[in-house]
């Protein structure tokens, strides 16, 4: 089987088991950003600033590997035309469910993002991706997929993993692991995946995938950190990921 089938079946069942990236925005949180008071995240604790964002009203906006019912209805409240594109069928649910309740039309797209996007060139204003590239191998495909699907002018909006998350043990107090992390080609990695239910996960540099996006053609504007949502790393202020703002 396809590793990236072996991931959606995996995050399918932690959506079932109260996953917080599977957790659909409630009614109220709808109506909080209809009237403008909302936030988004692109990685575990910070929210995405407001000027990343700009004026959504009438943008066509992509988001990738971002189902789950979190951003896109929130995007949606704020005026935008909404596609979202994930391999997980619970997630994709999630979104069903949300666009249902608050009654609003947002394009449904079950895919693989390893896979070239199944969108005409120049077709979104903005492409919003929470973390989820350490789900993949190889990264830089989907840089170029990304700029090729964004109008010019149009903004890349990406959480990501920096790798420090693979270094350790799961209590995160050992060091227990050499980068890069790849369970398809070390079976230490992948046991220990294996062993925790993680599905199969990659670690990438910054270099890796900040340089990737430069290389597809991207203006860096702007990027922050952040740490896991909880755990050793988090109590000690260890930056784990960064989302970076770039510009076709």
Known sequence: MEYTK???????????????????LTHDE???A???????RLTPTKNVPKEWLGNLKG???????????????VCTALGAKCTVLDYSDRQLENERIVAKREDYAIHIVKADMTKPLPFEDGSFDMIFHPVSNCYVEEVKPIWKECYRVLKEGGSLLSGLDIGVNYIFDNDEQ???NTLPFNPLKNK????????SGGGIQFSHTIEEQI?????????????????????????HNIASFI??????
Request: proline content about 1%; charged content about 20%; glycine content about 12%.
């Open 6 to 24: 072996i991931n959606a079946a995996v995050i399918d069942s932690w959506v079932d088991n109260g996953w917080e990236w599977g957790r659909y």
């Open 30 to 32: 709808y109506l909080s």
């Open 34 to 40: 209809l009237n403008g008071t909302f936030e988004v």
């Open 59 to 73: 943008k066509k906006i992509l988001g990738l590997a971002s189902g789950g019912g979190q951003q896109m209805p």
């Open 174 to 176: 050992t060091v227990t």
């Open 188 to 195: 230490d990695h992948l046991r220990q995946l294996q062993e």
């Open 211 to 235: 340089n990737g996006q430069l290389e597809a053609g991207f203006t860096l504007k702007s990027l922050y950190d952040d740490t896991n949502s909880s755990g050793n790393l988090h109590e």
């Open 243 to 248: 989302a970076s703002w770039c510009v076709k």
